[in-house]
């Protein structure tokens, strides 16, 4: 473990080296991405250090229960080694989790993504049930929540519905998400009160700027149209959405959550960006899928994750056949629970992958 951590200690002062050239601080992709490298290896570098003091206390506490004749003075050394092995057990254990390989988009804001899938009208109530538990948890993060598109149901809810996220670390939480939730409930559009199963997509896209995905305007097609929806006089009056067609991808995104089009236009650009940013970041997700299956942000849309069942009040991860009888609690935002028993399933596969 020492060893490692003496390597990471090398990139560390080397990068540490490389952002106080002019040189490099010129050029502004290498700086940042050299920024990111060096503010992901501090917390192993803080425990580092932390550790090592540990260390060099339990060596003196040793050295004076050996040495010192004092009886009271021995005891409180004795004390101390106790005191100090069991906190260099646990920085050790804390270590070696920090040592365990992290994705480097977990610190990225997110674009997330819900369309209603099977179910006609209930999947789209379903729909805009998921958006309100995100919408609950992210405010009770303290992350910031911003819309970018919707597409409203016939019978409330969203066929679609897209909005950015940011704040610390959104990403790296919000991707254990993307997949297939399924609901099993009487929709208030049933009549018999029978239990209907119906589905809405979650994804959750990395947010990408524009030092990591480069867009020719050459092959953006821009289009506006009238706004839709809730939004005050400048619906159906000005031409303030805009819909952008990536001619090479066949991509198309639209924003119209802003009354100024060019608000509008910066939305949807930075929506593109991150979906031309997941189709090379889908190749690494690809690979590391074969290796963990709780890795859950493998973008693979057609996996079901999770069921909510209202009859039972039920809540079951299918990723790690996890089961929780608190549905009310989970659909107003509380998903935390959720995503913590996933994290620790998945550090637990990190952790044999870095031992075999």
Not at 29 to 54: C, G, H, T, V, W
Not at 273 to 280: D, F
Request: with cysteine; charged share 30%; net charge negative.
């Amino acid at each position: 473990m020492l060893e490692k951590i003496e390597a990471i200690k090398l990139k560390y002062d080397e990068i540490e080296a490389q952002i106080a050239d002019p040189a490099v601080m010129s050029d502004m992709k290498r700086y940042i991405k050299l920024s990111k490298d060096y503010k992901s290896l501090q917390p192993i570098m803080d425990a580092f250090e932390k550790y090592k003091n540990i260390l060099a206390n339990l060596d003196h506490a040793k050295e004076i229960v050996y040495n010192e004749k004092d009886e009271e003075f021995r005891a409180m050394a004795k004390e101390e080694v106790e005191t100090l092995s069991r906190q260099k057990d646990q920085m050790e254990d804390d270590i070696r989790l920090l040592l365990v390989p992290v994705d480097p988009e977990d610190a990225k804001n997110a674009v997330v993504e819900i369309r209603a899938g099977t179910g006609g009208d209930e999947a789209s109530i379903f729909a805009g049930d998921l958006y309100r538990m995100y919408n609950k948890f992210c405010e009770n993060r303290g992350w910031k929540v911003e819309m970018v598109d919707f597409t409203e149901g016939t019978a409330g809810g969203f066929k679609e519905v897209i909005f950015d996220v940011s704040g610390e670390g959104v990403y790296g939480i919000m991707k254990y998400e993307s997949g297939v939730h399924r609901v099993q409930r009487v929709p208030q559009t049933e009549t018999q009160g029978r239990v209907h199963t119906s589905a809405a997509t979650v994804a959750i896209l990395p947010e990408a700027d524009e030092f990591e995905v480069e867009v020719k305007a050459s092959d953006v097609r821009k289009d506006t149209f009238c706004s839709s929806g809730p939004g005050g006089q400048s619906v159906n009056t000005t031409y303030s959405a805009v819909r952008l067609t990536h001619v090479p991808s066949g991509i198309v995104v639209s924003c119209q959550d802003e009354k100024s089009q060019i608000k509008n236009f910066e939305k949807a650009m930075k929506v593109l960006r991150s979906r031309l940013y997941e189709l090379e970041h889908q190749k690494y997700l690809d690979e590391i899928s074969k290796k963990r299956k709780t890795m859950v942000s493998t973008g693979d849309r057609s996996a079901k994750i999770r069921t909510y069942n209202y009859p039972q009040s039920r809540v079951t991860d299918h990723r790690i056949n996890l089961t929780m009888y608190n549905l009310a609690v989970v659909m107003d935002g509380d998903v935390m629970p959720l995503i913590e028993a996933l994290q620790l399933a998945e550090n637990a596969e990190k952790m044999k992958e870095a031992v075999s």
